[in-house]
């Protein structure tokens, strides 16, 4: 097997309304294509397409993720004073982990994201 790529992270929701709201104008992502006539949106993230989707349309049950996406933003601090005016609540500090400043919230949803710029060289 070889894998490219991933081509796209599943974000769940329990209003698609609501979360096409917040990825689209408080995120500012791009939207770009509804899956067919489905409560289930794509958002393009620079290299990563976020597909949020309504999974109790599909017959799943609904589960925030607890593990952040990472959204790189060339400026942490200045994303999150701007998101900060938008309402948007953070969970600690802005951290530096010597690699990288992160800052963590959550979308509408309780699902974990992250402003994320990476500053050391990949070594």
């Known amino acids: 097997m070889n894998v490219n790529a991933v081509d796209f992270v599943v974000v769940p929701t329990e209003?698609?309304?609501?979360?096409v709201e917040f990825y689209?104008?408080?995120?500012?992502?791009?939207k770009s294509k509804q899956?067919?006539?489905q409560p289930a949106w794509e958002f393009e993230a620079g290299n990563l397409t976020l597909?949020?989707?309504?999974?109790?349309?599909?017959g799943q049950t609904f589960q925030s993720h607890n593990s952040p996406i990472a959204?790189?933003?060339p400026d942490v601090e200045e994303?999150?004073?701007e998101l900060e005016g938008k309402g948007?609540?953070?969970?600690?500090?802005?951290m530096d982990s010597g690699v990288c400043h992160m800052a963590f919230f959550q979308d509408p949803d309780g699902n974990a994201?992250?402003?994320h710029k990476r500053y050391a060289p990949v070594a």
């Open 15 to 19: 209003n698609i309304d609501q979360a």
């Open 24 to 30: 689209e104008n408080v995120l500012g992502l791009e």
């Open 35 to 37: 899956w067919g006539d």
């Open 51 to 58: 597909a949020v989707w309504e999974p109790t349309s599909f």
């Open 71 to 73: 959204l790189q933003v």
């Open 79 to 81: 994303a999150r004073k």
């Open 88 to 94: 948007i609540k953070f969970a600690i500090d802005t």
């Open 113 to 115: 994201l992250m402003l």
